[in-house]
């Protein structure tokens, strides 16, 4: 069975600060992964899927298979970064499955 | 990306009763989804909609505590039956568009208290 584990519930950094959200999976085959955001009081969103492997809100995530991680890293946190961060992984077409999430909060 | 429209956005139900959640899509989806979010939990698969046919229900969760209907390519409903308090969480919509590179979109839940 896939599992995804992020191992920080809460991470607190300054702005300006580099940030790095922990992931790591365990599955089998060749998974594709995913970080989700929720803003507060606004839904779940994708964030980056590591196919794509595009940079959005200056947010980065490499896919490593030796290690099985899939660390979402930014190297200037804002504000308005704070949020909860989901991990997420899709084994087979369309089921999600999703870490336990990391509230990041940025202080001034 | 596809706009879903999630209804209701919270509910307070009696127990022994049930709860009918409406997922519409702006436009046609391949595929559909059912998560719940307990309180301080992350989110869990309930079933995938099939439209046309019964819903593929996860480990766990069986059709007739969540029924579940897709009528169309746009439409989607679950119910949560015979609601007891640990039914409250939230309740979310998901799509996922073929051939579409933007991932799976959410809708904004549905906040379900049983009392």
């Known amino acids: 069975a896939q599992r995804v584990t992020q191992p920080e519930k809460l991470l607190s950094v300054f702005k300006g600060a580099p940030v790095e959200l922990k992931c790591n999976y365990s599955?089998?085959?060749?998974?594709?992964l995913f970080w989700y955001v929720q803003y507060s009081r606004q839904r779940l969103q994708l964030l980056l899927r590591h196919i794509s492997r595009e940079s959005i809100k200056g947010f980065t995530a490499d896919l490593n298979k030796g290690e099985t991680s899939f660390h979402l890293k930014k190297p200037f946190a804002q504000e308005e970064d704070s949020a909860m961060y989901y991990c997420a992984l899709s084994p087979s077409y369309g089921k999600l499955t999703f870490g336990q999430g990391t509230i990041l909060t940025v202080h001034p | 990306s596809a706009v879903i429209s999630q209804k209701p956005s919270r509910d307070i139900c009696q127990r022994g009763t049930s709860l009918t959640i409406q997922c519409q899509v702006d436009s046609q989806v391949t595929m559909m989804f059912w998560y719940r979010q307990q309180p301080g939990q992350s989110l869990t698969l309930i079933a995938t909609?099939?439209?046309?046919?019964?819903?593929?229900?996860e480990s766990g969760f069986v059709i007739d505590k969540f029924p579940i209907s897709r009528p169309n390519l746009t439409f989607s409903t679950l119910t949560v039956s015979n609601l007891s308090p640990e039914d409250s969480s939230i309740y979310l919509c998901s799509v996922e568009k073929l051939g579409v590179t933007y991932g799976y979109t959410f809708g904004s839940g549905t906040r379900l208290t049983v009392v």
């Open positions: 599955y089998s085959g060749s998974p594709e």
């Open positions: 909609a099939n439209q046309g046919s019964e819903a593929t229900y």
